[in-house]
C-alpha cells in the first residue's frame, strides 16, 4: 500500500532552520508530484510548495525566499528545507503525493516556532 511518513519537525527558535523529510512507499515515485501542506490550529490547510516530477518548483508567497522544497527520485524522498522561522509558520505540516486522480497524504509533523 501507499505510504508517506514525514519527520524532521520539532520545536525551533524564531530565525531557525528545520529541514522535513517525506518518504514514499508503494507508489512509483519519480512520475509524482510531490507537495507540502501545512495546517495550523483553527485554520484551513494550506499548500506550502510543491516540486513536479520534472523538477520544477512552485512556493506560497509567504514562505517564497526561506523555504526550499527538493526531491530525491532514487530515495523516494521530498525534503522541505525551512530556514528564517517565524512563529506564523507554526502548524502541521503534511505530505502529498499526486497524479492525475490520485492523492495520498502522510499523517503529519509538527513544527513549533516560539522562543
Known amino acids: 500500500q501507499v505510504q508517506l511518513v514525514e519527520s524532521g519537525g520539532g520545536l525551533v527558535q524564531p530565525g531557525g532552520s528545520l529541514r522535513l523529510s517525506c518518504a514514499a512507499s508503494g507508489i512509483n515515485f519519480s512520475i509524482y508530484g510531490m507537495g507540502w501542506y501545512r495546517q495550523a490550529p483553527g485554520k484551513q490547510r494550506e499548500l506550502v510548495a510543491t516540486?513536479?516530477?520534472?523538477?520544477?518548483?512552485y512556493y506560497v508567497d509567504s514562505v517564497k525566499g526561506r523555504f526550499t522544497i527538493s526531491r530525491d527520485n532514487a530515495k523516494k524522498t521530498v525534503y522541505l528545507q525551512m530556514n528564517s522561522l517565524k512563529p506564523e509558520d507554526t502548524a502541521v505540516y503534511y505530505c502529498?503525493?499526486?497524479?492525475?486522480?490520485?492523492?495520498?497524504w502522510g499523517q503529519g509533523t509538527q513544527v513549533t516556532v516560539s522562543s
Open positions: 516540486i513536479r516530477s520534472g523538477g520544477s518548483t
Open positions: 502529498n503525493a499526486y497524479m492525475a486522480t490520485l492523492n495520498y
